[in-house]
């Protein structure tokens, strides 16, 4: 299974998702692969925001040797599912899709529910690092039962 995590910037949210699906797909001896990319291009060949590695490494995941890149049309060709962070996520990666098989691919990560921004607020960092795990958590449930 290969899985595709996809924010705004590549720095903050998908970063987060990208480790927390491998540590827990890790744990569980799932093989998945998991990538992540950005719908913008800002910052391309950066690490992750240090508030996203200080908190993936309160929790024991480590996404510091991640380096940013941004969502390409050839996504499609590569994973199975593509998860997106917000609504406008969505609709950047949909808008890239080539036919109903790529966009069968895109869903949000919460279902329904965003994955809020947590870049202009310190405090935000924890607890959209424990939205991120929950909805991973229960991606694995889904995709392996």
């Known amino acids: 299974m290969k899985i595709l995590m996809v924010c705004l910037g590549n720095i903050c949210r998908s970063p987060l998702a990208e480790g927390i699906m491998q540590h827990l797909s890790d744990e569980q001896g799932l093989g998945w692969e998991v990538d992540s990319a950005g719908t913008g291009n800002w910052h391309v060949g ?17 996404i510091s ?13 590569e994973f199975d599912h593509i998860f997106v962070m917000d609504k406008s996520n969505l609709s950047n990666v949909l808008n890239m899709a080539r036919n109903d098989t790529d966009a069968q691919k895109v869903s949000m990560l919460l279902g329904d529910k965003i994955v809020p921004d947590p870049y202009y607020d310190d405090n935000q960092f924890e607890p959209v690092f424990t939205l991120i795990e929950d909805g991973c958590k229960a991606i694995i449930k889904r995709l392996v039962e």
Do not use: T
Request: net charge positive; hydrophobic share 30%; glycine share 4%.
């Open 65 to 77: 040797k991640q380096v940013c890149r941004v969502f390409r049309r050839s996504d499609f060709d």
């Open 46 to 62: 950066e690490a992750p925001d240090r508030r996203s590695i200080r908190a993936a490494r309160n929790h024991g995941v480590d």
